[in-house]
């Protein structure tokens, strides 16, 4: 089964913190992507990285960054919460090609106080 | 611009009864359509995709869904409802020129009554 982890299930931060959000798939998949759920709004895209070193901005880039260093782990950096990035964060990865459905981790659900 | 539409906010059915949830999209070209899951508390779980071939496509928990292309729709159906029914259900479309792109709908609860 393909396994897709996150490292926090809940966390609560102070606006002006940098936050850390890790991201680890098992199942060797090239893409990995960063999305944030917000009631109403659907899944938002990020992030995605399609290799190590690689990315791409998504639709609401402004305020986040990613860094992907090993094939499996892509991370989603929070230079300074604010308290419009109360959300639900959801990792996801694939294979490459367009046909493939994504994998999805449990999320985060981040609140910044 | 893309879009993807889930016309109905919530979707309230009896248990035993069938059930229907709609999407319909505005992609160019043949896309990759998808439907998900999402249980309380939890991440998305794929459901089913369609690529080619046959309209009626299966996929796990016994639903499945329906290709439409002349209506550009392709709704997610269950012959009898289970309360464990109940959850978020979205709909994404990917455009074949991308490896990626995933344009997703709003989401539907679906509220499954004993």
């Known amino acids: 089964d393909v396994k897709v982890t996150q490292s926090s299930r809940y966390l609560v931060k102070r606006t002006g913190e940098k936050v850390f959000l890790e991201c680890v798939q098992d199942?060797?998949?090239?893409?990995m992507f960063w999305y944030r759920q917000d009631p109403g709004l659907g899944l938002r895209l990020i992030y995605f990285s399609y290799d190590v070193k690689m990315k791409e901005k998504g639709d609401i880039p402004e305020g986040y960054s990613v860094s992907r260093e090993k094939k499996e782990r892509f991370s989603l950096i929070l230079e300074s919460a604010s308290t419009n990035q109360t959300s639900m964060y959801l990792c996801?990865?694939?294979?490459?090609?367009?046909?493939?459905?994504?994998?999805f981790g449990p999320g985060t659900r981040l609140t910044v106080t | 611009a893309q879009s993807v539409a889930q016309p109905e906010d919530q979707v309230n059915v009896a248990e035993g009864n069938p059930l229907t949830v709609k999407c319909t999209y505005s992609?160019?070209?043949?896309?990759?359509l998808f439907w998900y899951v999402q249980y309380p508390n939890r991440g998305l779980q794929f459901l089913l995709k369609y690529i080619t071939g046959d309209n009626l496509v299966k996929g796990s928990y016994g639903f499945e869904a329906e290709f439409n292309k002349s209506q550009t729709s392709f709704h997610l159906k269950k012959p009898s409802a289970l309360v464990s029914d109940s959850a978020l259900y979205f709909c994404?479309?990917?455009?074949?020129?991308?490896?990626?792109?995933?344009?997703w709908g709003a989401g539907t609860k679906l509220i499954i009554k004993p």
């Open positions: 996801a990865s694939s294979f490459v090609q367009g046909r493939n459905e994504q994998y």
């Open positions: 199942m060797d998949h090239e893409n």
């Open positions: 994404a479309v990917r455009p074949q020129d991308s490896n990626y792109q995933l344009i």
């Open positions: 992609v160019s070209g043949n896309p990759y």
